[in-house]
């Protein structure tokens, strides 16, 4: 049975870098499967942030991909997000998720890791 | 605002049929497949339906997908105190180049 678990520091300051990481348990991220990373703040609900691919080959969401960068480790079986120059508006839950990929218009999420608040804030 | 539309909320007595509408345009729904997520309170959202009208393994089929043309719908049947949670659409939308989700309908079993 797969499982992910998100960490991270729960406090990230404005401007700087939010930096997670979401270990899997149960599956080899290298046997296949795209991985992604999706949001939730009150403000704007659920939001897809990004997806990797074991090999590295990522795709992001257009309105974030200027400062996000999501990055896989196969040697620990884990995957990372990192996201840039923060505000405010990036205070939300963070959750990482297996993303079953057959095409652009034919992939899901499932199962999802139980989420990590994250607080952007001075 | 989300690009696909849901109701905010929607209620319904236990034992009754309850269904939740979705509404996109031809770049989104219209084009690609539909999924439903289950959020119970304090917890992840969890797959409820794939490619429109498929269940993931262990989802009972109380639960069902349909789409026509730009517009989806989750239909819950005999519903029951623990269906009460928030329900959203996701679909891939070509034009903006992304997943996108709907703004959430929060189920009321009376």
């Known amino acids: 049975q797969v499982q992910l678990q998100e960490s991270g520091p729960g406090l990230v300051r404005p401007s700087e870098t939010l930096s997670l990481t979401c270990a899997v348990s149960g599956y080899s991220i290298s046997s296949g499967y795209f991985w992604g990373w999706i949001r939730q703040s009150p403000g704007k609900g659920l939001e897809w942030i990004g997806s990797i691919y074991h090999n590295a080959n990522t795709y992001y969401n257009p309105s974030l991909r200027s400062r996000v960068t999501i990055s896989v480790d196969t040697s620990k079986n884990l995957f990372s997000l990192k996201l840039n120059s923060v505000t405010a508006a990036d205070t939300a839950v963070y959750y990482c998720?297996?993303?079953?990929?057959?095409?652009?218009?034919?992939?899901?999420?499932?199962?999802w890791g139980q989420g990590i608040l994250v607080t952007v804030s001075s | 605002q989300s690009v696909l539309s849901q109701p905010p909320s929607a209620s319904e007595t236990p034992g009754q049929r309850v269904t939740i509408s979705c509404s996109g345009s031809s770049s989104n729904i219209g084009s690609n497949y539909v999924k439903w997520y289950q959020q119970l309170p304090g917890t992840a959202p969890n797959l409820l339906i794939y490619?429109?009208?498929q269940r993931p393994s262990g989802v009972p089929d109380r639960f069902s997908g349909s789409k026509s043309g730009t517009s989806a719908s989750l239909a819950i049947s005999g519903l029951r105190s623990e269906d009460e949670a928030d329900y959203y659409c996701a679909t891939w939308d070509g034009s903006l180049g992304g997943w996108m989700f709907g703004g959430g309908t929060k189920l009321t079993v009376l």
């Open positions: 998720a297996r993303n079953p990929f057959y095409s652009s218009g034919d992939n899901w999420f499932d199962p």
């Open positions: 490619r429109n009208d």
